[in-house]
């Protein structure tokens, strides 16, 4: 069983900034890759970033300069430093893990910015 358990979402004004956290626990032996995804309130899900064992990443267009994901192996977590945040980056951020070939998915944080 793997769980995923999230932190740091919390309201801040246009242009402040917020750190995110994913742990991921349970029977895991390596994580392949990590992601958030966010949703915004009467709209899909949409990715915004990833990061894979290696430490490669890749991020949404929109938040490319401004958002900085990384995780520690060792400590089965990911990060989201989120900076120059937007009216438009509102919505609850969901963490992802990739382990084994399943995906694994944590229970979201909401993200609150207002102009």
């Known amino acids: 069983q793997v769980q995923l358990v999230e932190s740091g979402g919390d309201s801040v004004q246009d242009g402040g900034s917020l750190r995110l956290s994913c742990t991921a626990s349970?029977?895991?032996?390596?994580?392949?890759?990590m992601g958030w995804h966010r949703q915004a309130s009467g709209r899909e899900r949409e990715w915004v970033a990833s990061v894979s064992h290696d430490g490669s990443t890749n991020y949404l267009g929109s938040v490319r300069g401004r958002f900085a994901i990384s995780m520690d192996n060792t400590k089965r977590t990911a990060f989201l430093e989120m900076n120059g945040l937007k009216p438009g980056d509102s919505g609850v951020y969901y963490c992802?893990?990739?382990?084994?070939?399943?995906?694994?998915w944590g229970q979201g944080t909401q993200v609150t910015v207002s102009s």
């Open positions: 992802v893990a990739y382990i084994q070939g399943r995906a694994y």
């Open positions: 349970g029977n895991i032996l390596n994580v392949d890759s």
